[in-house]
């Protein structure tokens, strides 16, 4: 079986590693193909480096721009890919504009389509994430589910026939990964003690594309009694400069990226986690770490309900009560995004191929 993977930002990197490693125990040829939307070597190079990935076997180095620009280089370079080397589908992982691009090009060029971390919906169709997300899902031939809501909400969508509950393959990463972490030399270097500090992570343009709303979260984040460590996404450095917002001097600590070992260490060990990313909402409540959601909904409901995640959205007095707050659970949250297998479960779907496109869907 071959396997063209498509990826091109942080998150799907670490997503796609255990099913890399099964792919390859499996005997079956896999072909990294890299967009290069996340460029910057803290933010892509360093998980080839720490994580059992396959070095790109082709790098299309898009880099940023608007949307439309960016994805239509997508476009271009997948298509491409496709016609010198037809392979027997096409793996996509989460929302991005190289999730989008993948799974276009593949259904424009009639190659089944797998998408890992499929369902998922915040239902805010202001959120690019949802829009990529959707189009995937209804483009896609096998759509691989990490929980039980995403199943439910592809069935409502007359998507179940193509749907399966994999698990969450973030989950084989952390429970894989958390023994080589524990060697970070982070805390350290930065003269930190465990759960003395809150980690923050920014990077969606509804949370940093807007002045007001990146200065309020700012600004909340510098007001916290501990201090607030924000390794700083490349979007989000530049957005800073082009607002020229102020000098932050209480507790905000803006440092450079770091790779996963180093922030799964400072992810376990912080006493809150503030976020507008869904994949740290998730590694948080795995953790079993209070996490604040800066953002006006999430994808990850579960979270929420088991009273691991509060919603605050960018409101800087919900922001700092949530950050503050003492009534978070302390009983260990239900394990609800599968068994730590996932990666071998997406694996042993693709191996029984594709239905044919639309059989049992419904409308």
Request: hydrophobic share 45%.
């Given at each position: ?61 898009i ?62 169709r ?42 969450d ?38 949370t ?26 490349p ?9 020229d917002?102020?000098?932050f001097?209480?507790s ?46 999430t ?16 409101d ?22 599968g ?10 779907e ?14």
């Open positions: 079986m071959k396997v063209l993977t498509v990826l091109g930002a942080r998150p799907q990197f670490i997503k796609a590693a255990p099913v890399s490693v099964a792919l390859a125990v499996g005997d079956h040829e896999e072909r990294i193909l890299h967009t290069g939307q996340h460029y910057d070597a803290d933010m892509s190079d360093i998980f080839f480096q720490e994580l059992p990935i396959p070095v790109p076997a082709i790098n299309l180095e880099g940023s721009g608007t949307h439309g620009a960016q994805t239509a280089r997508m476009l271009e370079g997948i298509e491409q890919a496709l016609i010198a080397e037809p392979p027997d589908w096409v793996l996509v992982y989460g929302d991005t504009n190289s999730t989008l691009a993948g799974a276009l090009a593949a259904a424009k060029m009639g190659v089944p389509i797998a998408h890992v971390e499929a369902g998922l919906r915040s239902f805010n202001e959120m690019p994430e949802e829009i990529n997300r959707i189009v995937a899902d209804h483009t896609a031939d096998l759509l691989l589910c990490p929980t039980a809501v995403a199943m439910q909400n592809l069935a409502t969508e007359g998507l179940a026939a193509r749907s399966r509950q994999v698990g393959t973030m989950l084989d990463v952390q429970r894989s990964q958390l023994a080589a972490a524990a060697h970070s030399q982070i805390l350290d270097a930065m003269g930190l003690e465990p759960k003395s500090y809150c980690l923050a992570t920014l990077h969606r343009a509804y940093v594309d807007d002045p007001d709303r990146l200065a309020a979260v700012l600004g909340a984040l510098d007001r916290l009694s501990k201090p607030v460590v924000l390794p700083l996404h979007r989000t450095k530049a957005r800073i400069e082009a607002f917002l102020p000098v001097t209480g905000l600590r803006l440092v450079d990226p770091v790779g996963y070992h180093d922030m799964l260490y400072l992810e376990s060990h912080a006493a809150r986690i503030l976020t507008d990313s869904g994949g740290v909402q998730k590694e948080a409540y795995w953790l079993e770490v209070p996490c604040v959601t800066l953002r006006p909904e994808e990850w409901v579960e979270t929420v309900e088991q009273g691991w995640n509060r919603i605050v959205d960018v800087p007095e919900k922001i700092v009560a949530a950050a503050e707050a003492e009534d978070w659970p302390t009983r260990p949250p239900p394990m609800l995004y068994d730590g297998a996932a990666a071998d479960h997406i694996v042993r693709l191996e029984r191929g594709p239905e044919p496109h639309g059989v049992g869907d419904s409308t």
